[in-house]
């Protein structure tokens, strides 16, 4: 354990280099409140409905709907610009996809479980161990994209931040959202885009490093920082200080357990 422990230090210092850690911080010191940490407080709903894995489900906010014109055009827009955040193989998929296309397009789809809001849950697993929830409203409409996956080696968190840098550029905001009743503790990478943004979640548990990658309309991002708690991570020593689980709760976690289940199977 103590080697893994500091197998996993030595990681994580990777990642600081990696996504520009240094740059992050100092470019944020005395500055302005970025994006991310402005939207965390300003939107609890999208307009397109909830999903279950950002967070949770959350209450109608009360804001005032938009025309049938103006929600379809916004709509097209986030849809276009989640597809070029989804990962390589799945840039067929897109935020505002009908359950029909869905199923046309990835045949290994299958239904899972009913959300509180009334939409569904729709869930596949990749070659590569990954596995793939679409989250859908009541009009079967996606409205969110999960990769769930495990690293069993905290060696290979270098290399896997240093993808996501090289397809995304350097997170807009990084998180740590404390352990609650719901949810174990989390640290989250943003990368925030105008209409649909990506969000990662780092879970540390045991021996394992499970990390769920996120499409969704960014202000259902912001909704879910701001509902889990999250704060800006604000200094090197707070980075260093990467959150760990001592137990496992609340859905996101059934989740991993099942992945983690699953992946020790194969």
């Known amino acids: 354990m103590k080697e893994l422990a500091t197998r996993l230090i030595g990681a994580l210092v990777i990642i600081g280099v990696v996504m520009g850690a240094g740059w992050w911080l100092i470019s944020r010191a005395d500055g302005p409140s970025s994006p991310d940490t402005a939207d965390a407080g300003a939107h609890t709903q999208s307009s397109y409905g909830t999903g279950s894995g950002s967070g949770g ?8 709907r938009m025309s049938g014109v103006s929600a379809a055009v916004e709509l097209q827009r986030i849809g276009e610009q989640s597809q070029q955040l989804m990962p390589e193989g799945y840039r067929d998929i897109y935020i ?21 809001s009334g939409g569904s849950l ?105 509902r889990s708690r999250c704060t800006i991570v604000q200094n090197a020593e707070q980075l260093a200080r990467f959150p760990v ?17 699953d992946a020790g199977q194969r």
Do not use: K
């Open 57 to 64: 489900e959350r209450p109608d906010s009360g804001r005032p």
């Open 245 to 261: 689980a001592g137990t496992l709760r609340g859905e996101r976690s059934t989740f991993i357990r099942e992945v983690q289940r």
């Open 122 to 226: 729709w869930e596949e697993d990749d070659s590569n161990g990954a596995r793939i929830v679409y989250v859908l409203s009541p009009s079967d409409l996606i409205t969110q994209v999960q990769f769930m996956s495990r690293l069993d080696d905290p060696d290979a968190l270098g290399p896997h931040f240093a993808a996501l840098q090289h397809n995304y550029g350097r997170p807009t905001g990084i998180w740590d959202c404390p352990e609650t009743e719901e949810a174990p503790p989390i640290r989250r990478f943003t990368w925030r885009r105008e209409g649909a943004s990506l969000m990662e979640a780092v879970l540390i548990h045991g021996n394992t490093v499970s990390i769920t990658l996120i499409v969704s309309p960014t202000e259902d991002v912001a909704a879910a920082l701001q």
């Open 96 to 116: 505002g996809m009908s359950l029909r296309d869905l199923r046309a397009a990835r045949r290994a789809v299958q239904r899972g479980r009913q959300t509180a």
